[in-house]
T-cell receptor, first 117, second 114 residues
């Protein structure tokens, strides 16, 4: 069974600080996919990044970066120079490879990030 | 940019009533999903739908729930006899392909059962 753990329930930082959101996953599959979604106060779920299990390259997109480490089953998310607009709940999610049909996402419990002035 | 849309944004109903939540997935997508999020909790998978049939469902998706793609654009979730514990945000999502493809979510329908 697949499982995603986000141990940090809430993080508060001051604007311009760097912050890392942790995500640890469990799966028995060798092929799987990892995602991060952002849920701002308005409530929608916004896709941020997708990674497959064969691609351990870290990725940087503007102020966002992701560190995928299969050895520790972690897919951590770092925001550099945080801004008030980054305040949101961030969810890590996992899907396993499925033959014929869609694949469900298993979400972590989310990390509430509050960025203050 | 194509997006998933959902109607209504907020639905209030009495316990025991039937509700239908509507979604219009991204037009060239083939896989459709429903998730729910009870207030303050994580997002939970309900059902996936492909080629006009359910491909997977969770334990939450019992006989009170059903899904349908009545035409080429809409994807609906019906709850036959709502219970208080069905109060949640319901998200529709779609993806172009199955395995591991990114799922794009609609803005959600907040269902309140009184």
């Amino acid at each position: 069974a697949q499982k995603v753990t986000q141990a940090q329930t809430e993080i508060s930082v001051v604007e311009k600080e760097d912050v890392t959101l942790d995500c640890v996953y469990e799966t028995r599959d060798t092929t799987y996919y990892l995602f991060w979604y952002k849920q701002p106060p308005s409530g929608e779920l916004v896709f941020l990044i997708r990674r497959n299990s064969f691609d351990e390259q870290n990725e940087i997109s503007g102020r966002y970066s992701w560190n995928f480490q299969k050895s520790t089953s972690s897919f951590n998310f770092t925001i550099t120079a945080s801004q008030v607009v980054d305040s949101a709940v961030y969810f890590c999610a996992l899907s396993e490879a499925v033959t014929g049909g869609g694949n469900k996402l298993t979400f972590g419990t989310g990390t509430q990030l509050k960025v203050e002035l | 940019e194509p997006e998933v849309t959902q109607t209504p944004s907020h639905q209030v109903t009495q316990m025991g009533q039937e509700v239908i939540l509507r979604c219009v997935p991204i037009s060239n997508h083939l896989y459709f999903y429903w998730y729910r999020q009870i207030l303050g909790q994580k997002v939970e998978f309900l059902v996936s739908f492909y080629n006009n049939e359910i491909s997977e469902k969770s334990e939450i998706f019992d006989d009170q729930f059903s899904v349908e793609r009545p035409d080429g654009s809409n994807f609906t979730l019906k709850i036959r006899s709502t219970k208080l514990e069905d109060s949640a945000m319901y998200f529709c999502a779609s993806s172009g392909r199955g395995n591991g493809d990114t799922q794009y979510f609609g803005p959600g329908t907040r269902l309140t059962v009184l």
